[in-house]
């Protein structure tokens, strides 16, 4: 094998085992498995429950136009679930997420603090602000200006 082409297999295995190409890979892999879930959760529980207030298969839903079929019906089922599919992820997935994360950053230390001239952010440890260059009062032991 040529110098050359061992050179590009190394920066092919280099790229390959980044960190954000093997992330992206598991989450490709669990998005995968998860979709499967939510769709099951989607088919199984949610379509029935609205079911029992409106007709929830759509599916025979179609119009002819000289000897074409259009089956509308199919495209209001795939809408449905959609919005099925968003819901859930949103109220299973992002809300918790987002919980979590608000729970976890209320306990970090904070890392700018306002400009009291123009209340731009500043960094904490800033002496004078990057905006309007007035001096900033020095921080006591507490963290307050």
């Not at 919005?83 to 997420?97: D, E, M, Q, R, S």
Request: include cysteine; hydrophobic fraction near 50%.
């Amino acid at each position: 094998m040529s110098e050359k082409s061992s050179g590009v297999l190394k920066e092919f295995k280099d790229f390959i085992l980044q960190g954000d190409v093997v992330m992206l890979a598991v989450a490709v892999v669990m998005g995968l498995a998860f979709q499967a879930v939510v769709k099951a959760v989607v088919s199984d529980i949610l379509t029935p429950i609205i079911g029992i207030f409106v007709k929830a298969n759509f599916g025979g839903l179609n119009f002819v136009i000289h000897g074409s079929t259009f089956y509308y019906g199919d495209v209001l089922n795939y809408i449905i679930e959609l919005i099925c599919v968003g819901l859930a992820v949103f109220f299973l997935v992002v809300k918790p997420y987002n919980a979590y994360t608000a729970r976890k950053n209320r306990d970090a230390p904070a890392t700018t603090r306002p400009c009291p001239a123009c209340l731009t952010d500043v960094p904490v440890g800033a002496t004078r602000c990057s905006a309007c260059t007035s001096d900033l009062p020095p921080l006591v032991a507490d963290g307050t200006a």
